[in-house]
């Protein structure tokens, strides 16, 4: 089963062969903590870098290109753009602050992003 490291956290998360997942959807499924905010591509608190793996990965969309330019070619994504389909390594920095996911704003996002299936 292909498995995606979240380095900064140490923590792993593993999904069927076969599945295209979403990196920040399954961050916070199972807790790895990836800060994040705006989920959307426009605010880009969930920029991290692809230590290993981005030949797993799908093509940069319209959003990350506009939002992290040059930093695309340095082995940045957005989690929230970005999905998986074998096993890759990511990290970000520890100093990164995302959203007070116990806030209303946080809980309202949380219940989207996990009510939605990985392929949306």
Not at 6 to 17: A, G, M, V
Not at 30 to 45: E, Q
Request: proline residues 5%; glycine residues 10%; aromatic residues 8%.
């Amino acid at each position: 089963m292909p498995r995606i490291h979240f380095k900064t956290t140490d923590r792993y998360y593993e999904f069927p062969d076969g599945d295209e997942v979403n990196i920040l959807r399954v961050s916070i499924r199972a807790d790895c903590g990836l800060p994040w905010k705006c989920a959307s591509g426009n605010c880009g608190t969930d920029r991290m870098v692809i230590e290993q793996g981005a030949e797993n990965l799908d093509p940069p969309r319209r959003r990350e290109r506009e939002r992290l330019g040059d930093l695309l070619d340095q082995g940045y994504r957005l989690a929230c753009q970005t999905y998986a389909r074998g096993d890759v390594t990511v990290a970000w920095d520890p100093d990164q602050v995302g959203l007070d996911e116990e806030s209303r704003a946080g809980q309202r996002l949380k219940a989207k992003w996990l009510g939605a299936a990985d392929g949306d």
